[in-house]
């Protein structure tokens, strides 16, 4: 079964995303923080279809995260989707020039959730031309 991983340093937000994630016929693997989100994208990519990570997290956050990711050329075709209070634009523009491929302002709906989600995996311009 695919999966969509889900890392972010809220509770709430981990169990928001089991449940949206499994509404859209994915299964769910979720982390705290991002140590440990590593571990399971090392452990799960080959079915990995999404990444959703939390940039505002105490234990790695969320920037550097992202970086950790795209420095691996393996995980290079895993679109991923940023979750944040900040909307400011300096910091969308970061996130996407860093290698985001979408981004969901919180708070959000299950709906936004599980549209944006679906829309990176939908749109991947990672692996467009490598199927």
Same mark, same amino acid.
């Given at each position: 079964?695919?999966?969509?991983? +889900?890392?972010?340093?809220? %509770?709430?937000?981990? &169990?928001?995303?089991?449940?949206?994630?499994?509404?859209?016929?994915?299964? !769910? &693997? /979720?982390?705290?923080?991002?140590?440990?989100?590593?571990?399971?994208?090392?452990?799960?990519?080959?079915?990995?279809? #999404?990444?959703?990570?939390?940039?505002?997290?105490? #234990?790695?956050?969320?920037?550097?995260?992202? +970086?950790?990711?795209? !420095?691996?050329?393996?995980?290079?075709?895993?679109?991923?989707?940023?979750?944040?209070?900040?909307?400011?634009? %300096?910091?969308? /523009?970061? #996130?996407? %020039?860093?290698? #985001?491929?979408?981004?969901?302002?919180?708070?959000?709906?299950?709906?936004?959730?599980?549209?944006?989600?679906? %829309?990176?995996?939908?749109?991947?311009?990672?692996?467009?031309?490598?199927?």
């Amino acid at each position: 079964m695919k999966i969509i991983l +889900s890392i972010d340093d809220s %509770e709430v937000i981990l &169990l928001l995303s089991k449940k949206s994630i499994e509404e859209i016929g994915y299964k !769910s &693997l /979720s982390s705290d923080n991002g140590y440990v989100g590593l571990k399971l994208l090392k452990e799960n990519f080959q079915d990995i279809v #999404a990444i959703v990570i939390d940039w505002h997290m105490l #234990a790695m956050p969320g920037e550097e995260l992202l +970086s950790e990711i795209r !420095s691996v050329k393996e995980y290079d075709h895993i679109p991923i989707l940023i979750l944040s209070a900040d909307g400011g634009k %300096e910091m969308i /523009s970061s #996130a996407i %020039e860093k290698g #985001a491929d979408g981004y969901l302002l919180k708070p959000f709906s299950i709906k936004d959730y599980q549209k944006r989600v679906m %829309e990176c995996i939908s749109s991947n311009k990672r692996t467009k031309g490598n199927t």
